[in-house]
Nanobody
Framework: QVQLAESGGGLVQAGGSLRLSCSAS??????MAWYRQVPGQQRGLVAA???????DYAEIVKGRFTISRDNAKNTIYLQMNSLRREDTAVYYC???????????????????WGQGIQVTVSS
């Protein structure tokens, strides 16, 4: 059974940094991604990565966030720098066993989701 375990969230001041991790167990993963959701809004893509390391980002996080992966550990990371109050959200890890050539996928392609982890940025 595949499980995704997220870690690294918490409270940080604006301008600070956090690093999220998502470890997959039960199967080797192909494409993986980070999404986030604010209450009352739809879940939106933050960053995505192929098994080969190609990446894609939401415009609002480009230049501030970096997604990476360690295939040996079946783990992805999201390094978040220059955090803003509007980055406050629940962050979700998503994964699929399939390997796509493109990093940007519709959310329906991800068959596995983590429980979500809170990131709060204070002013």
């Amino acid at each position: 059974q595949v499980q995704l375990a997220e870690s690294g969230g918490g409270l940080v001041q604006a301008g600070g940094s956090l690093r999220l991790s998502c470890s997959a167990s039960g199967s080797s993963m192909g494409n993986m991604a980070w999404y986030r959701q604010v209450p009352g809004q739809q879940r939106g893509l933050v960053a995505a990565i192929t098994s080969g390391g190609l990446t894609d980002y939401a415009e609002i996080v480009k230049g501030r966030f970096t997604i990476s992966r360690d295939n040996a550990k079946n783990t992805i990371y999201l390094q978040m720098n220059s955090l803003r109050r509007e980055d406050t959200a629940v962050y979700y890890c998503a994964a699929t066993r399939r390997r796509f050539t493109s990093a940007r996928l519709a959310s329906s392609n991800y068959g596995y989701w983590g429980q979500g982890i809170q990131v709060t940025v204070s002013s």
